[in-house]
């Protein structure tokens, strides 16, 4: 079974602190992302990576950056965290042969 | 503007009826694919449609790809408790393409 794993799945931040949210896998799949999800909104990308070091950005990257060192690892990182960034947070992986993403149990962000 | 829209967004019903989830576009899509998320999970994937026209069943659930592959519908019959759920429909744009497009998601409710 593939198992993504999320570092907390809740977190109390105030506004202007630095956020790290992690992520894990543990089937060696190539592609990791970041998404946040918002009530009538669903799942929006914000960073996702194809390969160690690389990042590419999503279509709300403004106010977060992302790091992947090793390749069952990618980082979601608040640099300054505002109010508007209070919601839940999904990591995927997805393994290079398929469309197929397996999630995380997600992180939900308050940022007060 | 979503690229994806998905209706209705919230549906409750009682247990033993039948309800159809719309997922539809302007954009063509390479397949399409269904995930439900039950709470404090991350999304799990139910089905992929790759085909125009393409029809497939997960027991009580009946999925639809449109021939243009612009839309998608899934169907419950006799919908049970356990059905209770957030359903998303996810398109891929193009060929191996990294990255998924998103509905807003149904949150379903089935009464008992």
């Known amino acids: 079974d593939v198992k993504v794993t999320q570092s907390s799945r809740y977190l109390v931040k105030r506004t202007g602190e630095k956020v790290f949210l992690e992520c894990v896998q543990d089937?060696?799949?190539?592609?990791m992302f970041w998404y946040r999800q918002d009530p009538g909104l669903g799942l929006r990308l914000i960073y996702f990576?194809?390969?160690?070091?690389?990042?590419e950005k999503g279509d709300i990257p403004e106010g977060y950056s992302v790091s992947r060192e090793k390749k069952e690892r990618f980082s979601l990182i608040l640099e300054s965290a505002s109010t508007n960034q209070t919601s839940m947070y999904l990591c995927?992986?997805?393994?290079?042969?398929?469309?197929?993403?397996?999630f995380g149990p997600g992180t939900r962000l308050t940022v007060l | 503007t979503q690229l994806l829209e998905q209706s209705p967004q919230f549906l409750s019903i009682q247990e033993g009826e039948n309800l159809t989830v719309y997922c539809n576009s302007s954009?063509?899509?390479?397949?399409l694919q269904w995930y439900r998320q039950e709470p404090g999970e991350g999304p799990v994937l139910l089905v992929t449609?790759?085909?125009?026209?393409e029809v497939k069943k997960l027991k009580r659930l009946t999925f639809q790809f449109g021939d243009a592959r612009k839309d998608s519908s899934l169907h419950i019959t006799a919908a049970q408790p356990g059905d209770t759920g957030l359903y998303l429909c996810?398109?891929?744009?193009?060929?191996?393409?990294?990255?998924?497009?998103f509905g807003q998601g149904t949150r379903l409710t089935i009464n008992p």
């Open positions: 954009s063509v899509f390479s397949s």
């Open positions: 449609v790759v085909t125009g026209g």
């Open positions: 996810a398109g891929v744009l193009g060929q191996g393409a990294q990255k998924l497009v």
């Open positions: 995927a992986s997805r393994p290079q042969a398929t469309d197929t993403q397996y």
């Open positions: 990576s194809y390969d160690v070091k690389m990042k």
């Open positions: 089937m060696d799949h190539e592609n």
